[in-house]
């Protein structure tokens, strides 16, 4: 582990020493065709120790540990990271049952205490990491199991501390990109098939701007793969979006909620800078404005729906919720409820805001809606 972790330093360092000698001699040439080598094979040779160091090592388990071991429960998990004493201690004891203990000191939480949020019938477990997020990726001990921790997520609330400055954010984002951790962002649009025989076949939908058929070609020998088939389907994608689709296996796409807090201590026009930054939401925990404002988003960005059922000839049962992905269809909705119950599936009556007249009979393929009334029939 230490020899991954020095080789990384090593490589960093030689790549911050070549740039700033780029810089200090004032070269326009940082991307000049003659120097691009040098970086590529810094870059590939980086992603791949990272990748490295995230692999699960013998004997250990899969990235858990002591206070990490947290079933995934409930409908869907939410991981909260942030630096210390950013509040997210007071946050989470304000949106959960779970209370967690927030001491006057840092590194108060050191263990993942998971605290349910309730909203509108659905249970939302949510995820208190520890604030020591930064060095993980350098495979710094607990971080590695904050990290596990935070990859099976369904959610990121970034914690930040809007009387700090803005590179707490850029430091974090830093450190989930080296991990594997895609904030916002779709799995890029390239296509790979690792074959057994046949040589590489690499193909391109309209050439793209930052990569060409060496610089993959380069890439896919560095990582041992010398038959398959390629085909990049979007013009932006890097080199690093192509190792990701290399590395897929050790790639998550989350989505981010960046969360400021301690709004009560930043100027108004601060505020309404942040408040409008993408995927941001603001609050004072103190003053307890906002707050209510973040468990919404949350539940907007998590992208579920609530449904309620109802048997025939009752009254719909609003007491439980059904919680359900959104664009889900009524044989989703049969999945969820029991797994054979699609074989006895005959229709299903709905009422809501997806019926077009109500009730609507419908079939499998049916698209449902948040806080429809669904009632199946069975044969
Ligand atoms: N001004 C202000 N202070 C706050 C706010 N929310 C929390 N604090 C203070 O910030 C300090 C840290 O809060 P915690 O909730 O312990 O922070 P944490 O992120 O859980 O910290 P660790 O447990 O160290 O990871 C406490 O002294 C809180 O009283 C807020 O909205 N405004």
Known sequence: ?????????????????????????????????????????????????????????????????????VSKSGDARVALVGFPSVGKSTFLSKITKTKSEAASYSFTTLTAIPGVLEYGGAEIQILDLPGIIEGASEGKGRGRQVISAAKTSDLILMVLDATKRAEQRALLEAELDAVGIRLNKEPPNIYLKVKKAGGMKIT?????????????????????????????????????????????????YIRCLYVYNKIDSVSLEFLDQLAREPHTAVMSCELDLGVQEVVERIWKELRLMRLYTKRKGEEPDFSEALIVRQDSSIEDVCDQIHRTLKETFKYAMVWGASARHVPQRVGLGHMVADEDVVSIVAK
């Open 1 to 69: 582990m230490v020899n991954i972790t020095e080789k990384i330093k090593e490589i960093e360092d030689e790549m911050r020493r070549t740039q700033s000698k780029w810089s200090h001699l004032k070269c326009l040439a940082i991307n000049h065709p003659a120097n691009m080598p040098r970086r590529e094979q810094g870059d590939r040779k980086l992603a791949r120790l990272r990748a490295q160091l995230l692999e699960p090592t013998a004997g250990a388990g899969s990235g858990g540990g002591a206070g990490f071991d």
């Open 204 to 252: 391109f939908q309209t050439p793209p701007k930052n990569l060409d058929e060496k610089i993959i070609y380069n890439v896919l020998r560095d990582y041992k793969i010398l038959n398959c088939e390629v085909l990049v389907r979007d013009e932006n994608a890097t080199i690093d979006d192509f190792i990701d689709v290399i590395m897929k296996d050790h790639r998550k």
